[in-house]
């Protein structure tokens, strides 16, 4: 070989790992460059994931405070909605007293106008005017204690006596819708541990609700029954309202306790639960089964007093 030859092979030898350095170099350089791109987009991207974030949260504020704004209002109109419908249900339990307090002082007036009456007729008349009156307070006093559920006024009642009282109330509906009253009262004439009003409003109510049941009825007799009797090796007694009516179907069942709930067209679905209510403040309880004249009755139970 000839000593052009073998520097010509010793220079291209010297030159290899130098071209391998540089070719190291630039992937070397790339790297770094791709690394700091990389670094750049992770960069860009943990700021706009922050920026996702503080928007999300923004949003989950602005989601909240919107929820939180509905559901003030949707209380608001809850409110509005009770204080209606408790309102309705006042007027609606008064009216019946307040009309028949009408009715008999406007007898009076016209019997006082035209001269000739009789004094006794008068007293009876402004008697049973005072009574209404009385139970009209009795309603506007237990609707204010069934809004602060307070601990009743107990104390020993003649109950065969209140019943008897309750019954003169709805004389006149009764005869109006030509229902025959049947009452069936314990012979031991027991007294309960009761508030006298408030138990005489759960039994207007229930009388007024099997008279309102009876109202269509036509293919049977129309009959309304109250009963009493000792139970609970006689410790309590029970007075069950019952009537011949269509009776209360399985699917109110449930719910036909509920405040608001009513299976009536022009019901507030206010009267049974205040019932529920005033039994229970009572130490007893009310439900309904079928009554032996086929259609509903009520019962309820209070404590028993034994006489001196």
Known sequence: MSALSAYGTDTETARAPARTIARDDRSLSRAQAELALSQSELRRMRDALRDEARRREAAESALADARRQHESELARVARLNTAGETAGALAHQLG?????TLNYLHGCQLRLQHGGFEPESIQAALALAIEQVEQAGGIVGHVRNFVS?????????????????????????????????????????????????????????????????????????????????????????????????????????????????????????????????????????????????????????LSRVEQA
């Not at 019946?96 to 028949?100: D, E, K, R, V």
């Not at 309102?212 to 293919?219: G, I, Q, W």
């Not at 709930?261 to 205040?274: I, M």
Request: net charge negative.
């Open 96 to 100: 019946q007293p307040l009309a028949a």
């Open 149 to 301: 559920r307070h601990v009743p006024d107990a104390r020993a009642i003649d109950l065969h006596a209140l019943i008897r009282q309750t019954l003169c109330l709805i004389d006149d509906d009764c005869r109006t819708h030509d229902i025959d009253v049947r009452v069936c009262l314990a012979a031991d004439a027991p007294q309960a541990s009761a508030d006298p009003l408030e138990v005489q409003q759960v039994l207007l109510n229930l009388l007024r609700n099997a008279i309102d049941a009876m109202a269509a009825t036509c293919d049977r007799p129309r009959i309304l029954q109250i009963d009493t009797r000792t139970i609970a090796s006689g410790q309590r007694i029970e007075v069950v309202v019952s009537d011949s009516g269509p009776g209360v179907a399985a699917a109110d069942l449930p719910r036909i306790f509920e405040s608001w709930y009513t299976t009536k067209r022009n019901g507030l679905g206010l009267g049974l639960a205040v019932c529920r209510t005033i039994v229970e403040s009572h130490g007893g309880t009310l439900h309904v089964d079928t009554g032996s004249a086929g259609g509903a009755a009520f019962r309820f139970d």
